[in-house]
């Protein structure tokens, strides 16, 4: 289940996916608080709890709001914020490995309202984060990776960035330039080995998308639209992350692999007695 949170001017994704302990390693590495007690031994996770982890400049807070399935999901703990981690920041994340093969990069908020309603904040919230936020981890990560002289970059647009409704004007925006950045930023490292290529989702299944699910209309539009008549689940997208990291694409690059249950090419809302 993806975790959204909120984490000292860098919104983190999270992915928790057995209610198993922390680690004892994983807490000797960082500060890490469940309920404002400072854990130093391996703890099993519980509903209810509030986990904060202080690692460098970082605090990571997350409460537990349920577990089903063996399945740990979380609730937004605090607003999203406008911008990522500077710059800087992520030059210094990428400085600690001497090596890096691989980079995702997935930040991504909406505001879903007409384009005549948007105001300057509004738009400069979603650029912030979904276009200015990729962009510098873009350059960041070709910048470490030209040194290795190999890398490959994932980049995640949408199929917003292709076709469009009412009220995605700026998130439509944001995804179509996510593309042209990564197809530009292909052919200048080329020459390097880095590959970089972004993966366009349909609808996912998700706790940013739950109010679209709750709406009847909304969900149902949603499921009859694609050929498979159903939402994704986070873990399949997961295959065309695996793809385009790995040596299976090494000839692929300035890419966009649509994950979308035939969403953009096939109409899924009418099957005809023939």
Do not use: H
């Not at 490959?152 to 330039?177: D, H, L, M, N, T």
Request: some cysteine; overall charge positive; aromatic content about 6%.
């Amino acid at each position: 289940m993806l975790i959204k949170i909120r984490a000292d001017k860098f919104l983190w994704c999270v992915r928790l996916f057995k209610t198993r302990p922390l680690s004892n390693e994983a807490c000797s590495k960082s500060k890490v608080k469940i309920n404002n007690n400072t854990i130093k031994s391996s703890y099993l996770i519980k509903v209810g709890d509030v986990i904060t982890i202080k690692k460098k400049l970082i605090n990571i807070t997350i409460k537990v709001k349920d577990i089903l399935d063996k399945r740990v999901s979380a609730k937004l703990v605090e607003n999203y914020i406008e911008d990522m981690t500077p710059e800087s920041e992520i030059i210094k994340l990428m400085d600690e490995y001497d090596v890096i093969d691989g980079v995702v990069c997935t930040p991504s908020i909406n505001v879903r309202k007409l384009l005549i309603d948007y105001t300057e904040s509004e738009f400069d919230k979603v650029i912030s984060l979904n276009l200015k936020a990729t962009f510098n981890v873009l350059q960041a990560s070709a910048k470490k990776m030209k040194l290795n002289n190999k890398g490959s970059i994932v980049a995640f647009s949408s199929i917003r960035g292709s076709v469009v409704e009412p009220g995605q004007s700026v998130y439509a925006a944001s995804k179509a330039g996510t593309e042209k950045l990564v197809n530009t930023l292909a052919s200048e490292v080329a020459q390097y080995n880095i590959r970089v290529n972004t993966i366009s989702p349909g609808p996912v299944m998700t706790p940013l998308t739950d109010q679209l699910r709750n709406d009847k209309l909304w969900n149902e539009a949603y499921t009859t639209k694609p050929a498979l008549q159903r939402w994704a689940q986070p873990n399949e997208l997961a295959g065309g992350i695996i793809y385009l990291l790995s040596d299976a694409s090494s000839y692929v690059t300035a890419t966009n692999l649509t994950i979308d249950a035939g969403w953009i090419n096939v109409d899924g809302r009418f099957n005809p007695n023939i």
